[in-house]
């Protein structure tokens, strides 16, 4: 199939057209397609001869020594071999045939994020790397046959052996889509949902630490202090009132500060303005202690999942955290709308911009939280500014519990 460029009106492949449409037709005379099919049966047999070569000792290897502490470990790198195998043939395939697959997605063995157990486990259970090893398996026979067939037409089939190579062709072609290709989406989904696991185990073993830290070093050690201020004033009452009465005043005043420690405490974790009102009044309550004016503006017209509500209301907190700490900026924004059924959230400053998502960085963590909720995290911060942070929600209807879904449009200055 071909169509025409518009600048041009050459003729041109398209990208989107089947395999087989793309490729001349078989013919008497030889084109330059069918002497590249003729070089990939001819190299059928040594590539064949080596996979098989290859698999048959990582099995080999792999299934006796899984009595000992190496072998499943040894199997476990065979297959991530495999998958290597797999990727050059289709390099092959994709250079001699014209086959254009998909790579896999790759296995996700982050060090950061998974223990040595669960890496083995993940590489050892990789259906990409069984599905080269079948191919390379299989492949022995198949190139034993096709280098015989192609080397005796060259000499006795000649005319006919474009038609020969298209037919042995065709074969590799189904071969290579059906075994190394990736399977589906699913199975790329599987792999980035194993490793967004990683990310939301994390991030709520670093909440649960960070409110224990808080816990202990703040409201706890408060209410300790209280505890023994009001022993002290028990035992002054009698013999000295006015002392007991101005420790008393003193022990008030901590409660007062405990009580507001642990009001900051769970307006960390869910804070009741977000439950009450929404997205939107949450949103206008973190800009206003921001040390930067921020404009909120949001145009809902009703409220997502409380789950993406809490995603949306921490990720622009820590954005305008990092907009008071670091950016040096004079002014700020948030928008929030819906599109369909995304959240689209964008925080916007004039600051010193050089902001990035390497790893490590605050924003960093901010992205890999959303990726792991289905979400997209975009961050435009050239140097010398401004900066432009884009995030993307899947929306999530709420479920109607006490009927007040509807948010109407809102601004507000903090």
């Given at each position: 199939?071909?169509?025409?460029?518009?600048?041009?009106?050459?003729?041109?492949?398209?990208?989107?057209?089947p395999?087989?449409?793309?490729?001349?037709?078989?013919?008497?005379?030889?084109?330059?397609?069918?002497?590249?099919?003729?070089?990939?049966?001819?190299?059928?047999?040594?590539?064949?001869?080596?996979?098989?070569?290859?698999?048959?000792?990582?099995?080999?290897?792999?299934?006796?020594?899984?009595?000992?502490?190496?072998?499943?470990?040894l199997?476990?790198?065979?297959?991530?071999?495999?998958?290597?195998?797999?990727?050059?043939?289709?390099?092959?395939?994709?250079?001699l045939?014209?086959?254009?697959?998909?790579?896999p997605?790759?296995?996700?063995?982050r060090?950061?994020?998974?223990?040595?157990?669960?890496?083995?486990?993940?590489?050892?259970k990789?259906?990409?790397?069984?599905?080269?090893?079948?191919?390379?398996?299989?492949?022995?026979?198949?190139?034993?046959?096709?280098f015989?067939?192609?080397?005796?037409?060259?000499?006795?089939?000649?005319?006919?052996?474009?038609?020969?190579?298209?037919?042995?062709?065709?074969a590799?072609?189904?071969?290579?889509?059906?075994?190394?290709?990736?399977?589906?989406?699913?199975?790329?989904?599987?792999?980035e949902?194993?490793?967004?696991?990683?990310?939301?185990?994390?991030?709520?073993?670093?909440?649960?630490?960070?409110?224990?830290?808080?816990?202990?070093?703040?409201?706890?050690?408060?209410?300790?202090?209280?505890?023994?201020?009001?022993?002290?004033a028990?035992?002054?009452?009698?013999?000295?009132?006015?002392?007991?009465?101005?420790?008393?005043?003193?022990?008030?005043?901590?409660?007062?500060?405990?009580?507001?420690?642990?009001?900051?405490?769970?307006?960390?974790?869910?804070p009741?303005?977000?439950?009450d009102r929404?997205?939107d009044?949450?949103?206008?309550?973190?800009?206003?202690?921001?040390?930067?004016?921020?404009?909120?503006?949001?145009?809902?017209?009703?409220?997502?999942?409380?789950?993406?509500?809490?995603?949306?209301?921490?990720?622009?907190?820590?954005?305008?955290?990092?907009?008071?700490?670091?950016?040096?900026?004079?002014?700020?924004?948030?928008?929030?709308?819906?599109?369909?059924?995304?959240?689209?959230?964008?925080?916007?400053?004039?600051?010193?911009?050089?902001?990035?998502?390497?790893?490590?960085?605050?924003?960093s963590?901010?992205?890999?939280?959303?990726?792991?909720?289905?979400?997209?995290?975009?961050?435009?911060?050239?140097?010398?500014?401004?900066?432009?942070?884009?995030?993307?929600?899947?929306?999530?209807?709420?479920?109607?519990?006490?009927?007040?879904?509807?948010?109407?449009?809102?601004?507000?200055?903090?």
């Amino acid at each position: 199939m071909t169509v025409r460029t518009p600048d041009t009106g050459m003729p041109r492949l398209d990208a989107t057209a089947p395999d087989a449409e793309r490729l001349p037709p078989a013919q008497f005379a030889f084109h330059s397609q069918t002497w590249k099919e003729i070089a990939h049966l001819l190299l059928n047999l040594p590539v064949a001869l080596f996979g098989f070569v290859y698999v048959v000792t990582v099995l080999w290897l792999g299934a006796g020594l899984t009595v000992t502490v190496i072998g499943l470990p040894l199997l476990a790198l065979g297959l991530m071999g495999a998958r290597q195998l797999g990727k050059l043939e289709r390099k092959r395939a994709r250079a001699l045939l014209g086959v254009r697959v998909d790579e896999p997605s790759p296995l996700p063995l982050r060090s950061d994020r998974n223990g040595f157990f669960a890496r083995l486990w993940m590489a050892l259970k990789d259906p990409v790397g069984w599905r080269t090893v079948l191919y390379d398996f299989i492949r022995l026979p198949w190139g034993i046959l096709t280098f015989t067939i192609t080397l005796a037409s060259l000499f006795v089939l000649w005319p006919v052996l474009p038609f020969i190579a298209r037919g042995l062709t065709n074969a590799d072609r189904a071969m290579v889509r059906g075994l190394l290709s990736p399977s589906d989406e699913l199975e790329r989904r599987i792999a980035e949902l194993e490793s967004d696991r990683g990310v939301v185990v994390d991030t709520a073993a670093a909440d649960l630490r960070r409110i224990e830290r808080d816990l202990h070093d703040g409201a706890q050690a408060r209410l300790v202090n209280l505890a023994m201020g009001l022993g002290l004033a028990k035992e002054k009452l009698l013999e000295d009132p006015d002392y007991a009465a101005g420790m008393i005043a003193e022990a008030h005043g901590e409660v007062k500060l405990a009580l507001q420690e642990l009001r900051d405490l769970a307006r960390g974790i869910h804070p009741a303005v977000l439950t009450d009102r929404g997205l939107d009044a949450a949103l206008s309550s973190v800009a206003s202690r921001c040390t930067v004016p921020v404009k909120v503006t949001a145009d809902l017209d009703a409220r997502p999942a409380p789950a993406i509500e809490g995603i949306a209301y921490f990720t622009v907190s820590e954005l305008l955290q990092n907009i008071s700490k670091h950016s040096g900026a004079r002014t700020a924004s948030v928008d929030v709308w819906r599109v369909e059924n995304r959240l689209l959230i964008q925080v916007w400053d004039d600051g010193r911009g050089g902001a990035s998502l390497d790893r490590g960085s605050g924003v960093s963590g901010l992205a890999e939280r959303l990726d792991a909720v289905d979400g997209l995290f975009v961050v435009d911060s050239p140097a010398g500014g401004p900066t432009t942070v884009t995030a993307e929600l899947p929306w999530r209807d709420r479920v109607p519990a006490d009927g007040r879904q509807s948010q109407g449009r809102h601004g507000s200055q903090g």
